[in-house]
């Protein structure tokens, strides 16, 4: 049965940007530690978009972190 964007996540990644850009893949969503902003790529289009984001679990689907641009820490990709 496929996943749909609704569905539980079934895997989680931390995302440590501290070494340069990180592909992400398509996460379902993000767990964020400590707020702050990351420059993202969108699963649409949305292509170098900078989101203010709380702690906390956000529903947004993104394919890459950039580096430059990025402040939220404890970031976890779910999938």
Do not use: F, H, W
């Not at 940007?17 to 649409?44: E, F, P």
């Not at 900078?50 to 990709?77: E, N």
């Amino acid at each position: 049965m496929p996943m749909t964007d609704t569905s539980p996540a079934e895997n989680a990644v931390a995302i440590d940007y501290s070494g340069g850009d990180v592909t992400v893949g398509r996460c379902r969503a993000l767990l964020v530690g400590v707020a702050g902003n990351l420059k993202v790529d969108m699963r649409g289009v949305g292509t170098g978009v900078t989101l203010p984001l709380p702690a906390g679990l956000i529903p947004v689907s993104i394919t890459k972190v950039y580096q430059s641009g990025s402040t939220a820490t404890g970031v976890v990709a779910l999938y």
